[in-house]
């Protein structure tokens, strides 16, 4: 799609729903050559071939990274993994993207302010991908609707969506976004408190999560303090106990197909350091979703993991090639 050639990726808001679909079409082709199946001949090669990408982290990331890094050498990129950079610090946002620019042919931003994606794409001339900030989170949108087009055969304008949790976190957020873009209901149950600042026409907000989740497509939760607010911890427990993700918020929906999605990572053991700790301080174990629902036939989540692969390579692809 011609349109989206030399594009940044910043936020859904920026792409039309016949290019969001492009770019979930795209994926889907882009799996099947993975994966040795039948694809357009047109995507033959390596699409990337002799391209230069630079990955700036200034949080933590498995998934983003890993996406971004196995995409990339896929089709024949060659990536630069950068944590120590003097960006904001000795050398100011505007000239180190010129300088990015210079060098590279796109940059990944993955860190807090929205600001600095948008920086990026302002002043370095090439494509930058937002890899997540604390507003928005577009590529897990991609890979979260993909998913559930995967497993419903439903288009994404006839799914329906129920978000359980904080409801003004940056997925919720990119959701919401990518709900209004593709028409699709999106339905956020959360504590008046974590309730969304922004509105729109797609979004529905709820306090009781088990009215939300009726008759719904995928059930979503995240983490309940995201990166940089975990001094929130024994807030966050008081305010979103009881929107944990279980087996019985899962049969509420009435839907016997309904599918469990989460961005990773999840708390829903004791199996890592901050499960641990929560339990031992507040006796929980498991937070956001119940070890249950995550190792049901409902969880989705490791196809979602995959596919943010697909997508950001979709995203790679359709803007650089």
């Known amino acids: ?177 990518g709900a209004r873009q593709l028409r699709m209901e999106y339905r956020i149950a959360a504590p008046k408190a974590l309730h969304p600042v922004m509105g729109s026409d797609y979004v529905t907000v709820f306090e009781d999560p088990y009215e939300a989740v009726k008759g719904c497509d995928v059930i979503y939760t995240d983490v309940w303090v995201s990166m940089g607010e975990e001094a929130k911890m024994s807030e966050r427990i008081g305010l979103l106990k009881e929107y944990r993700v279980t087996m019985d918020l899962l049969k509420a929906s009435g839907n016997p197909d309904v599918l469990f999605e989460h961005c990773l990572p999840a708390f829903h053991d004791l199996n890592t350091t901050v499960g641990a700790e929560v339990h031992e301080e507040f006796g929980l174990t498991a937070m956001e979703v119940s070890d249950e629902v995550f190792r049901s036939s409902h969880s989705v989540v490791f196809d979602q993991a995959e596919n943010r692969m697909h997508t950001i390579k979709a995203i790679m692809v359709a803007t650089l090639r």
Do not use: W
């Open 1 to 177: 799609m011609d349109s989206l050639k030399g594009r940044s990726f910043l936020t859904l808001r920026d792409c039309t729903e016949e290019e969001i679909l492009y770019l979930l079409s795209l994926a889907k082709d882009l799996r099947s050559k993975k994966k040795g199946l039948a694809y357009p001949p047109h995507l033959k090669g390596k699409l990337l071939d002799g391209r230069n990408i630079v990955l700036l982290f200034d949080k933590n990331s498995t998934r983003t990274r890993c996406s971004f890094e196995v995409a990339a050498f896929d089709e024949g990129a060659n990536v630069t993994f950068l944590t120590n950079s003097q960006m904001g610090k000795k050398e100011s946002i505007e000239d180190t993207a010129k300088v990015l620019g210079r060098l590279y042919d796109a940059i990944e931003y993955r860190g807090f302010e929205q600001s600095v994606v948008e920086d990026l794409a302002r002043y370095s001339g090439v494509p930058v991908y937002n890899g997540l900030t604390d507003d928005d989170h577009p590529t897990q949108v991609l890979a979260d609707v993909l998913t559930a087009v995967d497993h419903t055969g439903k288009q994404p304008h006839e799914l329906v969506f129920a978000y359980i949790g904080d409801g003004r976190n940056n997925v919720s957020n990119a959701l919401a976004i």
